[in-house]
């Protein structure tokens, strides 16, 4: 597993950095209303992408007893599938565009439309990947296509494509990835739709294709919401620090759970063995996030100006409250991966329904009572919160039948420590001054968090840092 998220943590720790690089860049250069449209547009198509998925990747790595008749079955599936979706969201970008009283939608959704379909057919040969374990080609391929779409976006930002230069990295990366992929697996194309095959499937991939139908809702009502009852301004600022707030999620839990279901999916008929394993990592992953969002709660305001600029300060407040759920949804991230190695995707899919009503009830609060940025993420902050709680209980008591008291346990040290590292982040916000460089001030705060991780871990002896440095150098040579 440590090699798998060692490729993997290269692959979307780059990709972070590229991000970034090309954000900070596309800040300074395409106003903020137009930021709040590609984000309406982004999210619309990632509903129609939920459809032609069905939750077909995750069911091939789950089934080993797949044929190479299924998998070309299932990839035609994909294809056909594809197709018709992306001729839906073409012709809806009409009605679309109207609904949100913004015209340009109806461009830049019918370019979004080619990677809806690039999507649909990367989904089988991206799976066997997976399945097949080759996490070192995966790295590797994420890794350089993110270079080249990142240098594709900026040089099209100096050639004034203006709001379009957003969406070249996903276009992009989705035909570059499904050739790639293609090269690797390639398989046959039929013109029969495959329904032998996706019957073989459908009953796990079903409740995978309703969970991430109910948790798009969940993750993105906020946007469409505001995107028509509030200014397209406003959701872009808030659309900038809700895409900061999911950037760790990038960093780490995203680079274990695409690892955790290919191999705990090996332990599928031992729940005892595979919660033992999981609470080993839910440990790991709280020592790092809960830290991790009070250096970004007391540091939020120095992050924000100085990677996009000043003009950008009203996203610094929702911003802080969002980095309070970081913690939490580092370690909830990664539940997906268990609910479907153990092979509890209807559970997993009546855990997104519960969670998106509670999501859905907090963020309408949030939109039409209130009104605000900052009244939106305080809600999201809530239900994030008791989503955790929700997901848990459900995992632990109905799919390990197990007590979660040793959950809470394991998260009392890393909380301890995130008081502490709070209380001296507070402090240093305190002591210095207000006309002081950002980068430093940022910088300072950054060594406090680091030194008090380490001592804290050493003094408390919770892992032995100088072996587990020492076992990733050898493993490496």
């Not at 090699?3 to 690089?21: D, Q």
């Not at 609060?365 to 940025?373: A, N, Q, S």
Request: aromatic fraction near 14%; charge should be positive; glycine fraction near 6%.
């Amino acid at each position: 597993m440590l090699t798998g998220v060692f490729y993997t943590a290269i692959a979307k720790y780059s990709g972070v950095v590229i991000s970034l690089a090309v954000t900070a860049v596309l800040s300074r250069l395409i106003p903020i209303e137009e930021f709040g449209i590609v984000a309406i547009a982004t999210v619309l198509i990632a509903f129609f992408s939920m459809f032609s998925d069905m939750g077909i990747a995750p069911a091939i790595i789950q089934k080993k007893d797949l044929t190479d008749d299924d998998l070309n079955n299932i990839f035609s599936f994909s294809i056909w599938s594809g197709l018709l979706l992306t001729a839906l969201f073409f012709f809806g970008a009409w009605p679309i565009a109207k609904y949100y009283d913004s015209p340009v939608l109806v461009s830049i959704c019918r370019l979004l439309s080619i990677n809806l379909f690039f999507a649909s057919a990367n989904l089988v040969p991206n799976a066997l990947l997976l399945r097949n374990k080759r996490f070192k080609f995966i790295g590797l391929r994420t890794f350089i296509i993110q270079i080249v779409c990142g240098i594709a976006a900026i040089a099209s930002a100096y050639m004034g494509a203006g709001l379009y230069s957003i969406i070249v990295t996903p276009i992009l990366t989705s035909i570059i990835l499904f050739f790639i992929n293609y090269s690797q697996y390639r398989l046959k194309f039929r013109f029969t739709l495959g329904l032998v095959s996706i019957r073989k499937i459908f009953s796990y991939s079903m409740y995978q294709l309703g969970f991430n139908l109910f948790n798009y809702f969940s993750r993105n009502l906020d946007n469409l919401l505001m995107g028509k009852h509030m200014s397209m301004t406003d959701l872009g600022y808030y659309e900038k620090s809700y895409k900061m707030m999911m950037y760790p999620l990038q960093l780490i839990p995203n680079i274990v759970s695409p690892v955790m279901h290919p191999i705990f999916s090996e332990l599928q008929d031992d729940y005892k063995k595979l919660s033992a394993s999981f609470m080993g990592v839910i440990k790991i992953l709280a020592f790092i996030g809960f830290p991790l969002s009070a250096l970004l709660f007391f540091g939020a305001k120095e992050l924000i100006l100085l990677l996009f600029g000043n003009q950008w300060g009203p996203s610094v407040p929702p911003f802080m409250i969002l980095s309070l759920t970081v913690g939490l949804q580092i370690i909830l991230s990664t539940t997906g991966a268990i609910f479907q190695a153990s092979n509890s995707t209807k559970m997993l899919f009546w855990c997104g329904v519960a969670t998106t009503v509670i999501n859905i009830a907090a963020i309408c609060i949030g939109v039409f009572g209130y009104g605000t940025t900052v009244a939106v993420a305080w809600s999201i902050c809530i239900s994030f919160t008791i989503n955790f709680i929700l997901t848990f209980y459900l995992m632990f008591y109905r799919v390990f039948h197990l007590s979660w008291t040793p959950l809470w346990l394991s998260l009392l040290s890393p909380l301890i420590l995130t008081i502490i590292t709070a209380g001296g982040l507070y402090g240093i916000s305190l002591i210095l001054p207000e006309e002081l460089n950002m980068f430093l001030s940022l910088a300072i705060k950054s060594v406090y968090t680091v030194i008090a991780w380490v001592a804290y871990i050493q003094l408390t002896k919770a892992y032995d840092l100088r072996q587990l440095l020492s076992g990733i150098i050898h493993k490496k040579r």
